[in-house]
T-cell receptor, first 117, second 109 residues
Framework: GAVVSQHPSRVICKSGTSVKIECRSL??????MFWYRQFPKQSLMLMAT?????????EQGVEKDKFLINHASLTLSTLTVTSAHPEDSSFYIC?????????????FGPGTRLTVT | DAKTTQPPSMDCAEGRAANLPCNHS???????VYWYRQIHSQGPQYIIH???NNETNEMASLIITEDRKSSTLILPHATLRDTAVYYC??????????FGTGTSLTVIP
């Protein structure tokens, strides 16, 4: 399957600072990328859908001014957690989608563990 | 998108087949069933997907009932490395995946 990478894999930041997480599709062009958040012992929660060259669509309850998403190219999307607080500590996972033959595929990155102190 | 219901946990003996059920009684005609799994602290891994026919690949088999209201993921010979949370997802016309709570499968030596 296709490869999606995330950077960094782990990050620790102080409360009030901003953190940027990168998501790259390494071997295919992803017209759409998705960002998820996962708290311990819980399922993945979709935060937003990002289409290349347009504004992201956020799920209900997700603050767009706090979680800034940029999808400047078909292989890169970034999520910036602004003014991070301890409650933003979570596992952030991106996925990239594209057509594989006649069917739709979605590939997930390995995740980024964010800890806000 | 249709919601799915899965048992929260299951055990399976190593080397035996693991059969993971999923109910999706509100699925509509153009919605696919996808299965992913997540090993602790990693991103989800694609397993298999199907529309109405049974599907098989190198990882698993997917059996979809004729009325499409439920499906079963079959891992034919479970190994310890198959211990993970397995998610059944119904994808509609949109591209979003909404994850349910999944089934935590433990393969026992």
């Amino acid at each position: 399957g296709a490869v999606v990478s995330q950077h960094p894999s782990r990050v620790i930041c102080k409360s009030g600072t901003s953190v940027k997480i990168e998501c790259r599709s390494l071997d295919f062009q992803a017209t759409t990328m998705f960002w998820y958040r996962q708290f311990p012992k819980q399922s993945l929660m979709l935060m937003a859908t990002s289409n290349e060259g347009s504004k992201a669509t956020y799920e209900q309850g997700v603050e767009k001014d706090k979680f800034l998403i940029n999808h400047a190219s078909l292989t890169l999307s970034t999520l910036t957690v602004t003014s991070a607080h301890p409650e933003d500590s979570s596992f952030y996972i991106c996925s990239a989608s594209g057509l594989a033959g006649a069917t739709y595929e979605q590939y997930f990155g390995p995740g980024t563990r964010l800890t806000v102190t | 998108d249709a919601k799915t219901t899965q048992p929260p946990s299951m055990d399976c003996a190593e080397g035996r087949a693991a059969n993971l059920p999923c109910n999706h009684s509100t699925i509509s005609g153009n919605e696919y069933v996808y299965w992913y799994r997540q090993i602790h602290s990693q991103g989800p891994q694609y397993i298999i997907h199907g529309l109405k026919n049974n599907e098989t690949n190198e990882m698993a088999s997917l059996i979809i009932t004729e009325d499409r209201k439920s499906s079963t993921l079959i891992l034919p010979h479970a190994t310890l490395r198959d211990t993970a949370v397995y998610y059944c997802i119904v994808k509609g016309t949109g591209n979003q995946f909404y994850f349910g709570t999944g089934t935590s499968l433990t393969v026992i030596p």
